[in-house]
């Protein structure tokens, strides 16, 4: 950030990381980028291990309801068919 900022001279902070500028500056490039992307909702970002827990408990409830209502649908279904 402070190569971005302008606070360091960028030979300066290169040499205090130890990177070429050519480096420094293809990485500044990516950063911008990556933000315009994820301003602009381009940009699909990794869900946590929590975000991840959270959509499988989810996923699993979801299935035992549908699971429940096909069971349900079948017994109305049969239910009908004695009927006629």
């Not at 902070?13 to 490039?29: A, D, E, N, V």
Request: aromatic share 6%.
């Amino acid at each position: 950030m402070e190569g971005i900022r302008a606070e360091v001279s960028v030979a300066e902070l290169c040499r205090k990381h130890g990177i070429s500028q050519p480096t420094f500056y293809k990485w500044t490039k990516d950063f911008v980028e990556a933000g315009k992307k994820r301003l602009s909702g381009d940009e699909q970002r990794e869900a946590t291990s929590d975000e991840v827990k959270e959509i499988r408990k989810e996923n699993s409830l979801l299935k035992e309801s549908l699971a429940d209502l096909v069971i349900r649908y079948d017994i109305v279904k049969k239910s009908l068919d004695l009927l006629d």
